[in-house]
């Protein structure tokens, strides 16, 4: 079973920056390709970004676009998330998810909290 572990989250203030990181252990991490999601209080979970696999296609939603980069190490089994010019609408608790492309199961991580305000 593969096993995700989420770190980078904090408290900063709106324009600042700052970096998520997915490890993942107990696989073989580039059958998976891996997402970013995140929920806000009274609000449902939404995707964020995703990278393929192979690394060679990406998503990012409309919300996001043009502020955070999704990147994959497949060397060091790590996912990173860049995100820039933060803004408190941003703040959520974001979580890392792992879909198998060979049986399409899902695993997620326990999620790292990011709060943006002044």
């Known amino acids: 079973q593969l096993q995700l572990v989420e770190s980078g989250g904090g408290l900063v203030q709106p324009g600042g920056s700052l970096r998520l990181s997915c490890a993942a252990s107990?696989?073989?991490?580039?059958?998976?390709?891996i997402g970013w999601f995140r929920q806000a209080p009274g609000k449902e979970r939404e995707g964020v970004s995703c990278?393929?696999?192979?690394?060679?296609?990406?998503y990012y939603a409309d919300s996001v676009k043009g502020r955070v980069t999704i990147t994959r190490d497949n060397a060091k089994s790590t996912v990173y998330l860049q995100m820039n010019s933060l803004k408190p609408e941003d703040t959520a608790v974001y979580y890392c998810?792992?879909?198998?492309?060979?049986?399409?199961?899902?695993?997620w991580g326990q999620g790292t909290q990011v709060s943006v305000s002044s």
């Open positions: 998810n792992a879909h198998s492309v060979i049986n399409r199961a899902d695993s």
């Open positions: 990278i393929s696999s192979s690394g060679a296609t990406t």
């Open positions: 107990g696989f073989t991490w580039e059958y998976y390709t």
